[in-house]
């Protein structure tokens, strides 16, 4: 019996645990240990441009995992997503303005908990789809509802709603990865100084000397800083990978020359 309750799969209520008496204690610390196990795993499996970093006003900073991030955690943790309804478009305040909204449901295979009728949805308005039009923005508007329904899932299931940040780097200690990397949100300030907000002084377009911003990682290519003025010289484009320019940083009491390359993805 000590083996099951220690599982995580494994139903325990109080009454239960109180019949087991002296082991209860010991089947406590063992579910413990595996949660904990499984998220640390989970958030070594992410990359620092899985989250966003926030600060509230009495300078506590957490994270935050993105959609973007969400296949990784719930590989770790088995979360499948069910019961997806039919995304639904509701019409926004002003001309044009919609958003796409869609319910599920999902389940940890190894935990068993279940979330039911959780909400996705994203917007029309929003800064990702201002360069798309017609169909092709709402193909793109539905696609994001989907994958916000399963972030929302899964950051429920995996308990990565709000991360400590210090939780980040212990868990990458010894990857290279740091939360440094992490893109800035609320209590950074505005939007366009954020870059830099971290203490890493970022890269400076060597055509314009526009400091860089930076470019989150996709599954076709890793992150990277480009120039937010690329349009202005296209014949000229100009980009530092993220993990280049982090271990020059560290390893620097000078700022570190810049790299100038041409790039497909300057405009991702």
């Not at 959609?67 to 001309?95: H, M, N, W, Y």
């Not at 399963?150 to 780097?169: C, W, Y």
């Not at 990865?177 to 893109?183: A, E, L």
């Not at 505005?190 to 400091?211: D, S, Y």
Request: aromatic share 6%; proline share 6%.
């Amino acid at each position: 019996m000590t083996d099951e309750i220690a599982r995580p799969d494994v139903p325990v209520t109080l009454s239960e645990l109180a019949n087991q008496k002296s082991e209860a204690l010991e089947n406590i610390h063992a579910r413990i240990l595996i949660l904990e196990t499984l998220r640390r795993a989970a958030i070594r499996a992410t990359s620092p441009e899985d989250w966003v970093r926030f600060r509230t006003k009495d300078g506590v900073e957490t994270a935050y995992l993105q959609d973007c991030g969400g296949q990784r955690v719930r590989d770790v943790f088995g979360i499948e997503i069910t019961d997806v309804s039919e995304p639904v478009k509701l019409a926004g305040s002003s001309p044009g303005e919609y958003v796409y909204i869609i319910r599920g449901s999902g389940e940890s295979r190894l935990t068993r908990q279940r979330v039911v009728d959780v909400e996705g949805g994203r917007s029309s308005i929003e800064d990702a789809f201002k360069d798309k039009s017609g169909p092709d923005q709402e193909y793109e508007v539905r696609k994001a509802a989907r994958a916000n329904l399963n972030g929302s899932i899964t950051r429920e299931l995996a308990g990565l709603k709000s991360v400590p940040v210090n939780d980040l780097d212990s868990a990458w200690t010894g990857t290279g990865k740091t939360s440094n990397r992490c893109p800035l949100g609320r209590g950074f300030g505005k939007r366009e100084p954020r870059q830099n907000v971290t203490g890493l002084t970022v890269p400076i377009c060597e055509v314009c000397q526009t400091p860089g911003e930076l470019r989150p990682a996709t599954d076709k290519r890793g992150a990277f800083y480009g120039c937010p003025n690329w349009k202005n010289h296209k014949d000229q484009k100009w980009i530092v990978p993220a993990e280049l320019w982090d271990a020059k940083v560290q390893t620097s009491v000078e700022p570190p020359s810049t790299e100038t390359a041409n790039h497909d993805t300057q405009n991702s």
